[in-house]
């Protein structure tokens, strides 16, 4: 007796299969999105506190040719504002800028350098050194490095 098996043979996906699918995919991005932003916008934050730490040495250099920092500045006697000494945006080496770089006061013993964020890095708060080499970042962007843990470039 001859039988046959009679099988039918899927062609594809189920709409409902396809589906399923889509909603996986949508909920992993949703969860990866964002945390593949803020590591975007960490890396840029520590090429900015990078190009700050060359900034003082730069700083450093000018003080021991001149004997006082003023004179590095565009504004206030070359006191304060864009340096005249290092490049004014980070990061330094390619095309999207996200921070820019000031002098924010300069006197002949001492000064304070500032990162801030703009483009996609804004609202990440700004970055300064000193010339004593304290490290701030305005962590809550309130528009001050004064708060209790912004005493470092880490995030608390």
Do not use: C
Request: proline share 3%; net charge negative.
């Amino acid at each position: 007796m001859n039988s046959r098996i009679v099988t039918r043979q899927h062609a594809g996906f189920t709409l409902m299969e396809l589906m399923i699918a889509v909603v996986i995919i949508g909920i992993l991005a949703a969860v990866a999105t964002p945390i593949y932003m803020e590591g975007v916008k960490k890396s840029r934050r520590s090429d900015a506190q990078g190009a700050l730490s060359s900034f003082a040495s730069s700083m450093a250099r000018y003080h021991t040719r001149n004997n006082f920092y003023t004179g590095a500045g565009t504004t206030g006697g070359g006191d304060t504002g864009a340096p005249t000494i290092f490049p004014t945006e980070s990061p330094i080496d390619s095309g999207t800028k996200f921070y820019d770089l000031t002098i924010v006061a300069a006197t002949s013993s001492a000064y304070t350098l500032r990162a801030t964020p703009k483009n996609g890095q804004a609202g990440d708060g700004i970055i300064e050194i000193n010339s004593l080499g304290v490290k701030s970042w305005d962590e809550n962007d309130d528009g001050d490095v004064v708060d209790s843990g912004e005493n470092d470039w880490s995030r608390g």
